[in-house]
Antibody, heavy 125, light 110 residues
Framework: EVQLVESGGGLIQPGGSLRLSCAAS????????MHWVRQVPGKGLVWVSR????????SYADSVRGRFTVSRDNAKNTLYLQMNSLRAEDTAVYYC??????????????????WGQGTMVTVSS | QSALTQPASVSGSPGQSITISCTGT?????????VSWYQQLPGKAPKLMIY???KRPSGVSNRFSGSKSGNTASLTISGLQAEDEADYYC??????????FGGGTKLTVL
């Protein structure tokens, strides 16, 4: 089955660290750029980070740059998000998402054609 | 990285057409043809409806269409159906390898 499954969320105190994982299956994970997107329950979607298929390039939203690190292990078909110096405003559901890849093309599409079910991160004392 | 501007809510009756706007700037929506649209049902992950401004992924109804004029992208849903009731989000490339979403629009089918 083609799917993305996030894990690692939970309750963490402000200033703490957490690592999220996203396990991919049913497709060639190493061929796809991957993203993290977050959503405060009842609020809108916010893009967090992107990583190229080979891990050679990463990018971040201003709100998390310097605190979050995206990485991947293509041998394990797994995407990660290391979150440090967590703040209350980081509380959200975190989704991993696959970037749409057009047949015969290598350029970015900046569209997400597959999403995980999300994992909740709560930053609170 | 300011969020794109969408109306908080739109509504329409079954069979009608509605349009959701997504306004950005000349640095994002206006500069790149990389706007995508997502439908999110309550408690579910978003679903891709439109990419590259006007292209539909396989399996998405042709009642959904996208367009752009200047700094504003639009999603039009024709022949509105009860099952279209959901939250809709736009997203655009914003340069420097970053992306930005709109605030979301709640569609109510009357």
């Amino acid at each position: 089955e083609v799917q993305l499954v996030e894990s690692g969320g939970g309750l963490i105190q402000p200033g703490g660290s957490l690592r999220l994982s996203c396990a991919a299956s049913g497709f060639t994970f190493s061929s796809y750029w991957m993203h993290w997107v977050r959503q405060v329950p009842g609020k809108g979607l916010v893009w967090v980070s992107r990583i190229y298929n080979d891990g050679s390039s990463t990018s971040y939203a201003d709100s998390v740059r310097g605190r979050f690190t995206v990485s991947r292990d293509n041998a394990k078909n797994t995407l990660y998000l290391q979150m440090n110096s967590l703040r209350a405003e980081d509380t959200a559901v975190y989704y991993c998402a696959r970037e749409l890849q057009l047949v015969g093309a290598t350029s970015q599409t900046d569209a997400f054609d597959m999403w995980g079910q999300g994992t909740m991160v709560t930053v609170s004392s | 990285q300011s969020a794109l501007t969408q109306p908080a809510s739109v509504s329409g009756s079954p069979g009608q057409s509605i349009t959701i706007s997504c306004t950005g700037t000349s640095s994002d929506v206006g500069r790149y043809n990389l706007v995508s649209w997502y439908q999110q049902l309550p408690g579910k992950a978003p679903k891709l409806m439109i990419y590259e401004g006007s292209k539909r992924p396989s399996g998405v109804s042709n009642r959904f269409s996208g367009s752009k004029s200047g700094n504003t992208a639009s999603l039009t849903i024709s022949g509105l159906q009860a099952e279209d009731e959901a939250d809709y989000y736009c997203c655009s490339y914003a340069g420097s390898r970053t992306l930005v979403f709109g605030g979301g629009t709640k569609l109510t089918v009357l």
